[in-house]
């Protein structure tokens, strides 16, 4: 009651007619107001020294996000009022999101795959001074690359990962095309916890503390390691649909954080002395192994940036070295071998002013380097 007169206080003319305490963070006192015409508000105030910075960054975040909501086809909270209690912690009131949670299991193809990679492309979408006017975090590929190889040194310090999946990992570490991307504004945090349906819909989307630059493959690990497959490709049609310049790896990159979760849980619950949960942990790392060993697992390979130019180059020409046959004209097997032979010699002169065994991928983005500066989404 004490939570409800604060709130009221935080936003006059509201007459709030029902209450119900809600469990959101161990750090913030909360509950989910309703106003006598069916409207839903939150207040929330730090229970705590860290509930303030929490609160605070919270407000941060929506306040930036306030200037571009026009732009977001879905609903985040806004604030509607503050107030202090005796001790002066600031309390507010912010509109709620309403919605309810996503099942994956449940969800095929369709409208939610479509609204959920509309949503991701409007926030990457998002001009990055939303993010750096707003004194926020901002990486780098170089910073995400260095982030997930101490990820991966926490994980195999374990000694409970097997060895296969841990190559894996660091296999795909090493490649350092898989990590040539242009940071975006991404939410940081995507989950079933924070997503908001209406049926299959996505129309609200919470949880936005983690706002950043960085790379927006880290906003579809979700649903890339939870997800049924044919709805994530659905997505990522969508996605690509709604946002062409995002880069070729990004479902190699999306793939591989949402492996590496998996390792990071199993430390967190190895860290917390769970074992309930540690037992948990090891039986999901055991189904990626064995998916793994049976061959069933995504490849996390980069795109070869060589093999995309000389299939840019290789096709036009043999397109057009290939003669057009006309239904209503003979044409005997002898000319059909000069044909065949034709378009292999085609291929061989084209293999060979392609040839990469002293060029690779690194040399190429580092001759257009130095002969200019494109934008990344560019070199895509």
């Known amino acids: 009651m004490i939570l409800a007169a604060l709130a009221a206080d935080a936003s006059p003319g509201k ?4 209450l119900r305490k809600l469990d959101l963070s161990d750090n913030l006192e909360c509950v989910l107001l ?7 508000f939150t207040f929330k105030i730090p229970a705590n020294p860290q509930g303030e910075g929490e609160l605070a960054v919270e407000r941060t975040v929506l306040k930036a996000l306030a200037s571009s909501s026009h ?9 509607v009022g503050s107030t202090k209690d005796t001790s002066g912690s600031l309390g507010i009131v912010f509109t709620s999101v309403e919605g309810t949670e996503p099942d994956l299991a449940k969800l095929p193809p369709g409208a939610f795959s479509k609204t959920l990679a509309d949503a991701l492309a409007a926030i990457h979408s998002l001009d990055v001074s939303v993010v750096k006017e707003a004194g926020l975090p901002e990486y780098d590929s170089s910073n995400q690359l260095h982030q997930r190889v101490a990820e991966l040194d926490r994980i195999a310090s374990l000694g409970r990962v097997p060895a296969a999946l841990l190559t894996r990992w660091e296999d795909a570490l090493e490649d350092v095309g898989l990590f040539r991307f242009h940071s975006t504004v991404i939410h940081g945090g995507i989950s079933k916890d924070n997503l908001k349906l209406d049926g299959q819909r996505v129309v609200g989307i919470t949880g936005f503390e983690n706002l950043r630059v960085s790379d927006p493959a880290e906003d579809l690990s979700w649903i890339v390691g939870a997800g049924l497959a044919s709805t994530v490709e659905d997505a990522l049609l969508h996605y690509r649909a709604a946002r062409p310049s995002a880069d070729e790896n990004l479902i190699q990159r999306a793939t591989l ?11 967190h619950c190895v860290e917390q002395g769970d074992a309930e949960l540690i037992v948990q942990a090891e039986e999901l790392i055991s189904e990626l192994r064995e998916q793994l060993e049976a061959g069933t697992l995504k490849a996390l390979r980069a795109a070869s940036f060589v093999g995309l130019v000389a299939g840019a180059t290789i096709l036009p020409e043999i397109t057009n070295s290939m003669p057009l046959i006309n239904a209503a004209e003979e044409s005997s097997v002898a000319e059909v071998e000069v044909t065949e032979v034709e378009v292999v010699e085609v291929e061989e002169v084209i293999v ?6 002293t060029l690779d991928v690194a040399d190429i983005f580092e001759s257009a380097e130095k002969k200019s500066e494109p934008n990344p989404d560019e070199l895509f």
Request: hydrophobic residues 25%; proline residues 3%; negative net charge.
């Open 15 to 18: 007459k709030f007619r029902g």
């Open 34 to 40: 309703q106003t006598g015409d069916g409207e839903n």
């Open 71 to 79: 732009n977001l086809p879905f609903q985040i909270a806004t604030e």
């Open 257 to 267: 954080y949402s492996e590496l979760e998996l390792g990071s849980w199993l430390a």
């Open 352 to 357: 060979e002013e392609s040839s990469t065994e």
